[in-house]
């Protein structure tokens, strides 16, 4: 029997695929060549292939599980090469291994409707964000559902707000103690998009972030924002990538990121928040995209993964697990350098933060390597 398999990331490609004129999903996998992409399709045959949406397939925290939509007629091909936007879509949890899918409450109808989405870092409660919106009304039904029959445990409704479906990091993302869930969204009565963070047992707003400028807006800057002691999110204001302090709403900007995000390849892209002041970041250049393990303070660290890309591959909008953790070496510790980032008081709480972490290490010790 196939073991669990653990994913660094999922991305709509065109390499890899005979037909360079689609992008298929793939994920990023430790296989006998080191970490290298695998086409979803190759691994196993889906009960109904994903479309190429590339907001469409989040990653869980562990890389064993994928959260999207697919077709509620399963008319797709199971390489995922169709996609029809106007049929219905179902959002399903669908377990990186074997392919088994396992439904959720949730179905998308129509270009009206939108759905945005994440896992627990247990990896059985679920918060969606229902959007309805027209050019004349525009409504948010955020929901956390939780046990395995993933019933509704707490409910929001925002009226007249907005979520835009196209924008990269749009996806809902749960703090690693689970307490929190972050999200961006045009609020009620507002000009520009803003950072919410929610209480996941409530859904009350915790901290609200909103741009500088009018016209600009604030949102989480990438799949894996939060920092393991879920104290900190990486965001992007006014297009520029910022760490963004929970305790008293400081913004830092690394030193070493020197332009906009939205300025692919000649700047560095972070994707998420690594232990011990480390930063996940993605360059891209050329037909190469390197992943690496940088110092936050300096922008300096080994490269973790150097894959292929297509010629006609535009700047990846990936979505990453948190195994990365678990590859990004630990440095030695140090006194702090002068302007490094430190974090705003200490952690909350790292009980349960800690216990989750060595369940991941414990599942990537079992994790099947996948032959070339």
């Known amino acids: 029997m196939r073991g669990p398999i653990s994913a660094f990331a999922v991305a709509?490609?065109?390499?890899?695929?005979?037909?360079l004129h689609n992008r298929t999903p793939q994920l990023l996998l430790e296989t006998g060549e080191g970490i290298a992409w695998r086409l979803l399709a190759d691994l196993h045959p889906l009960e109904a292939g994903p479309g190429p949406n590339l907001n469409s397939l989040f990653l869980s925290p562990s890389g064993q599980t994928l959260l999207g939509r697919v077709p509620a007629d399963g008319e797709n091909t199971t390489d995922g090469r169709r996609y029809t936007p106007r049929t219905e879509e179902r959002l399903v949890l669908i377990d990186v291994a074997t392919g088994r899918q396992r439904p959720t409450p949730f179905t998308r109808r129509g270009r009206t409707q939108q759905l945005h989405y994440g896992l627990a870092p247990n990896e059985r409660d679920l918060a969606v964000a229902?959007?309805?919106?027209?050019?004349e009304v525009g409504r948010i039904t955020v929901s956390v559902l939780r046990g395995p029959d993933l019933a509704v445990s707490a409910q929001r409704v925002f009226e007249r707000a907005y979520m835009r479906s196209s924008q990269r990091d749009a996806q809902l993302q749960w703090s690693p103690d689970g307490?929190?869930?972050?999200?961006?969204?045009?609020?009620?009565?507002?000009?520009?998009?803003?950072?919410?963070?929610?209480?996941?047992?409530?859904?009350e707003t915790v901290l609200q972030v909103e741009p500088s400028r009018s016209r600009e807006s604030v949102h989480l800057g990438g799949s894996a924002s939060w920092s393991p002691d879920s104290q900190r999110l990486v965001i992007?204001?006014?297009?520029?990538?910022?760490?963004?302090?929970l305790g008293d709403g400081r913004q830092e900007k690394p030193a070493w990121l020197n332009g906009p995000r939205g300025d692919p390849p000649r700047q560095a892209q972070i994707l998420g928040l690594l232990p011990d002041d480390r930063v996940l970041v993605q360059r891209q250049?050329?037909?190469?995209?390197?992943?690496?393990?940088?110092?936050?303070?300096?922008?300096?660290?080994?490269?973790?993964?150097?894959?292929?890309?297509?010629?006609?591959?535009?700047?990846?909008?990936m979505a990453v697990s948190r195994q990365w953790e678990d590859i990004a070496p630990t440095p030695r510790r140090r006194a702090?350098?002068?302007?490094?980032?430190?974090?705003?008081?200490?952690?909350?709480?790292?009980?349960?933060?800690?216990?989750?972490?060595?369940?991941?290490?414990?599942?990537?010790?079992a994790t099947t390597r996948i032959s070339s």
């Open 12 to 19: 709509s490609l065109r390499v890899n695929n005979p037909d």
């Open 336 to 365: 702090k350098a002068p302007g490094a980032v430190t974090a705003a008081g200490p952690p909350t709480s790292v009980g349960p933060q800690r216990d989750e972490r060595q369940r991941w290490r414990a599942s990537r010790s």
């Open 236 to 245: 992007v204001n006014e297009d520029y990538q910022r760490i963004l302090h």
């Open 130 to 135: 229902d959007t309805y919106a027209t050019a």
């Open 285 to 317: 250049r050329g037909t190469r995209l390197r992943l690496s393990g940088v110092d936050l303070a300096t922008g300096k660290g080994p490269v973790l993964a150097d894959v292929a890309v297509a010629e006609n591959d535009a700047y990846l909008q």
């Open 179 to 203: 307490r929190l869930v972050a999200l961006w969204m045009q609020p009620p009565g507002a000009s520009c998009e803003a950072l919410l963070v929610l209480d996941a047992a409530t859904l």
